[in-house]
């Protein structure tokens, strides 16, 4: 028992606080540092590569948002043009509605025409009574309705669509306040003598003598015009065309119309549609 004293007083014995706390280093070591010894046994390679790929990333999170804001750019600008579309479809949908509600309630006036006497020569030209009917087929009344006919001959195959144009371009406004008013279905007859002047038909010869070398005496008279009226849903005139051949039938043994063969009585006379259609609106 006193060697085992005096054993003791000899060794010197750790503080039980001082052991525990070394024992507790040595079982606990930092995760921190072994891994950082691990990866990167040298700091600064280390933090320069974590640099290198914190900037790859960036550069890819970056270029990834760029093409996304393409994308939507794209998509947005389909987009509009789809919209830009759709729009157009429907303003023209809804000129189309209007223009049809128009279409079926303005008037529509025809006209007819009828020879009521013989073509005759007179001392200023060419005269020829005439009777045109002209009817409303709309549904609603037709305002200062006029006629504006035309006695002339023709000079080739397009020059009296050419001339009928030209013509009635000159009654788009009709005759300001002058004119009729037709309410639908009702018929507005007037009667009209026409003139031909000598100066037209010797431009009709003119022309054959040129282009044909023929001395030609004879004509060839087309009565053209238009019927021009108004409505209350536009302001603006209408025009309804009209173009015809005047024709003599064979007399005397011959069917030419010309001031050496005299005047045409109304029984030889053959009003026919020119084959080109006259212009309509």
């Known amino acids: 028992m006193p060697l085992f004293i005096l054993i003791c007083l000899i060794l010197p014995i750790p503080a039980v606080g001082q052991q525990t706390s070394s024992l507790q280093l040595k079982a606990t070591p930092d ?22 790929l914190a900037q790859e990333d960036m550069a890819f999170s970056a270029e990834l948002v760029l093409w996304v804001g393409v994308g939507q750019l794209l998509a947005s600008i389909i987009a509009a043009i789809l ?70 001959c023709m000079t080739g195959t397009t020059e009296p669509v050419k001339r009928h144009a030209e013509f009635c371009d000159g009654f788009r406004s009709g005759m300001g306040d002058i004119g009729t008013t037709i309410f ?47 409505s209350f849903q536009k302001n603006e005139f209408y025009q309804t065309g009209f173009m015809y051949d005047i024709q003599s039938r064979p007399r005397n043994g011959t069917a030419e119309i010309s001031r050496d063969h005299g005047d045409v009585p109304m029984d030889y006379l053959m009003l026919r549609r020119h084959f080109q259609d006259a212009r309509t609106f």
Request: aromatic share 10%.
């Open 184 to 230: 639908p279905e009702d018929e507005y007859i007037v009667d009209w003598t026409v003139l031909m002047t000598n100066e037209d038909s010797e431009q009709s010869r003119s022309y054959f003598k040129k282009f044909y070398n023929v001395d030609r005496i004879s004509i060839s008279p087309c009565l053209m015009g238009c019927v021009f009226y108004t």
């Open 31 to 52: 995760p921190l540092a072994a891994e950082s010894s691990l990866l990167c046994p040298y700091d600064e390679d280390c933090r320069a590569r974590r640099d290198l």
């Open 83 to 152: 919209v830009l579309r759709s729009l157009s479809h429907s303003r023209e949908a809804v000129e189309l509605s209007r223009n049809a509600f128009v279409a079926d309630n303005r008037p529509w006036l025809s006209v007819k025409i009828e020879l009521i006497g013989p073509l005759r020569w007179e001392a200023d030209g060419l005269t020829l009574p005439v009777r045109f009917f002209i009817r409303n087929l709309g549904r609603t009344p037709a305002l200062r309705a006029g006629i504006a006919p035309l006695f002339c």
